[in-house]
């Protein structure tokens, strides 16, 4: 959690961004710099690129399944779906 104004918070994320893949931290300092989900899924479009933003949001901001799927109003065994479907290997 970060406190201050909205200056201070980019200022400090930025710091941070790099610190995202380093698995000594926890989890929830870790993430600290990453988007809401309201960011990541601001374009309400469906189909490919939503699926694109929910690996995103799994794999490189990691969050977690119930999340994600709370804030799509899915459930959370489609999202892992989706997951995996995105990481198989493209044609």
């Known amino acids: 959690?970060?406190?201050?104004?909205e200056k201070f918070v980019k200022g400090f994320k930025a710091l941070l961004s790099d610190k995202d893949q380093v698995k000594e931290i926890p989890?929830?300092?870790?993430?600290?710099?990453r988007p809401g989900l309201e960011e990541l899924f601001q374009k309400k479009g469906a189909g490919q690129q939503r699926n694109?933003?929910?690996y995103a949001a799994h794999m490189k901001y990691g969050y977690k399944l119930?999340?994600?799927?709370?804030?799509?109003?899915?459930?959370y065994t489609t999202v892992s779906k989706i997951i995996a479907k995105e990481?198989?290997?493209?044609?």
């Open 1 to 5: 959690m970060l406190l201050g104004d």
């Open 27 to 33: 989890r929830q300092q870790r993430h600290v710099a």
């Open 52 to 54: 694109k933003n929910i």
């Open 66 to 75: 119930y999340e994600i799927a709370n804030y799509l109003k899915i459930h």
């Open 87 to 91: 990481e198989e290997p493209q044609d």
